[in-house]
T-cell receptor, first 114, second 113 residues
Framework: NAGVTQTPKFRILKIGQSMTLQCTQD?????MYWYRQDPGMGLKLIYY???????DKGEVPNGYNVSRSTTEDFPLRLELAAPSQTSVYFC?????????????FGSGTRLTVV | AQKVTQAQTEISVVEKEDVTLDCVYE???????LFWYKQPPSGELVFLIR??????QNEISGRYSWNFQKSTSSFNFTITASQVVDSAVYFC??????????FGGGTRVLVKP
């Protein structure tokens, strides 16, 4: 049981480049989330999804896009990367918020934009 | 606006001392869940405890205990007899809006031997 898998683990982008952060879960969870964590800060919600075909904005969606074509996958797209998007990105999934442990987190993607 | 406040940015203790982490949040919901997560230096996020808002009985689990007071929207977390391995950043994460968690800014705990 792999849980939540994020790829890549590390990436350096140049300003203006684009990339997709991949997130896959094998637990048949309906809820999936993308958070970013800036150095020394808490996690801020970028986008989330309550099921395949349904996505919604979180607190900091600007500069990002998501899609949810399957239950398993929830990729995060960065268009025109900017230095302000330098952060650690965490994907998470959940069967339900009332589940005993809340979220299952991926191990994170550390992104640097130069 | 800050909806989840962890006022302590860093706490430093000597091993075996107790550590209490404060968390205050804002919500209009009457039924919700609250969580604490730990982030060790390796960077992963580790689930610690879960609490629901409709049961105010405080609990203890091993060296962890928590004090939930719905009337003041506070959810404090205590580590008893701290150990060096407890050194980490601790996040309070209540479910204050829909089916998602809102994280506080975190409290860094440093336990010195």
């Amino acid at each position: 049981n792999a849980g939540v898998t994020q790829t890549p683990k590390f990436r350096i982008l140049k300003i203006g480049q684009s990339m997709t952060l991949q997130c896959t879960q094998d637990m048949n969870h309906n809820y999936m989330y993308w958070y970013r964590q800036d150095p020394g800060m808490g996690l801020k919600l970028i986008y989330y999804s309550v099921g395949a075909g349904i996505t919604d904005k979180g607190e900091v969606p600007n500069g990002y896009n998501v899609s949810r074509s399957t239950t398993e996958d929830f990729p995060l797209r960065l268009e025109l990367a900017a230095p302000s998007q330098t952060s650690v990105y965490f994907c998470a999934s959940s069967y339900s918020i009332s589940a005993n442990y809340g979220y299952t987190f991926g191990s994170g993607t550390r992104l640097t934009v130069v | 606006a800050q909806k989840v406040t962890q006022a302590q940015t860093e706490i430093s203790v000597v091993e075996k001392e107790d550590v209490t982490l404060d968390c205050v949040y804002e919500t209009r919901d009457t039924t919700y869940y609250l969580f604490w997560y730990k982030q060790p230096p390796s960077g992963e996020l580790v689930f610690l405890i879960r609490r629901n808002s409709f049961d105010e009985q405080n609990e203890i689990s091993g060296r962890y205990s928590w004090n939930f007071q719905k009337s003041t929207s506070s959810f404090n977390f205590t580590i008893t007899a701290s150990q060096v391995v407890d050194s980490a950043v601790y996040f309070c994460a209540p479910q204050i809006e829909g089916n998602k968690l809102t994280f506080g800014g975190g409290t860094r705990v440093l336990v010195k031997p």
